[in-house]
């Protein structure tokens, strides 16, 4: 059974970093696309960036562009996403998701918090 499960979230300053790692398990991810995803509170899911793990094209909202950096290690079944320059608007429960190709999100994370103070 696939399984992602996310780590890295937590407390941190405006201006301040974190990277969030996502482990992938029990499925060849190989043909997959890898996405984060997040979530305030009140507010609905939204995309925040993805790549592929074969050619690593990455995909990002225009809210976090030259801010965050999507990665992964194939060789690890490993999906990360760095993130720079936070924001209290940045403050979500940040999930990590996987796709077949051409088919939309089908296995989630159980998601960490990322707190971002003023």
């Known amino acids: 059974q696939a399984q992602l499960i996310e780590s890295g979230g937590g407390l941190v300053q405006a201006g301040g970093s974190l990277r969030l790692s996502c482990a992938a398990s029990?499925?060849?991810?190989?043909?997959?696309?890898m996405g984060w995803f997040r979530q305030a509170p009140g507010k609905e899911r939204e995309f925040v960036a993805a790549i592929r793990w074969t050619g690593g094209s990455t995909f990002y909202a225009d809210f976090v562009k030259g801010r965050f950096t999507i990665s992964r290690d194939n060789a690890k079944n490993m999906v990360y996403l760095q993130m720079n320059s936070l924001k209290p608007e940045d403050t979500a429960v940040y999930y990590c998701?996987?796709?077949?190709?051409?088919?939309?999100?089908?296995?989630w994370g159980q998601g960490t918090q990322v707190t971002v103070s003023s």
């Open positions: 998701a996987a796709a077949r190709a051409g088919y939309d999100y089908d296995t």
């Open positions: 029990g499925r060849t991810f190989s043909s997959y696309r």
